[in-house]
Nanobody, 125 residues
Framework: QLQLVESGGDSVHQRESLRLSCAAS????????MAWFRQAPGKEREGVAA???????NYANSVRGRFTISEDNAKNTLYLQMDSLKPEDTAMYYC???????????????????WGQGTQVTVSS
């Protein structure tokens, strides 16, 4: 069973940066499609960034150019570097993994069958 544990969430001011980490155990993340999602109060969970088994990445339009997804297979850890943060980035951030064949760097929740517990990011103006 793959287990995912996020960390790195914090309260910051706009235009500052944060790096989220997702430590995996049980399996090697390189054999999964991995992604970051976020959910703000009263809103649906939305995909932020995804990376497939070949290392190709996909980003939501709202974060493209500001966020970077990466993975360190030696540390079995997924990262989300978030720069130029905005108040609208405030949300609980979740790490997710898919062992499906056709995950295709998806930013929808459907393909992902493993989830972490989340880490809170709060951006003030």
């Amino acid at each position: 069973q793959l287990q995912l544990v996020e960390s790195g969430g914090d309260s910051v001011h706009q235009r500052e940066s944060l790096r989220l980490s997702c430590a995996a155990s049980g399996y090697t993340i390189g054999t999964f499609c991995m992604a970051w999602f976020r959910q703000a109060p009263g809103k649906e969970r939305e995909g932020v960034a995804a990376i497939d088994r070949s290392g190709y990445m996909n980003y939501a339009n709202s974060v493209r150019g500001r966020f970077t997804i990466s993975e360190d297979n030696a540390k079995n850890t997924l990262y989300l570097q978030m720069d130029s943060l905005k108040p609208e980035d405030t949300a609980m951030y979740y790490c997710a993994a898919s062992d499906g064949v056709y995950c295709f760097r998806s930013l929808t929740t459907g393909p992902y069958n493993y989830w972490g517990q989340g880490t809170q990011v709060t951006v003030s103006s």
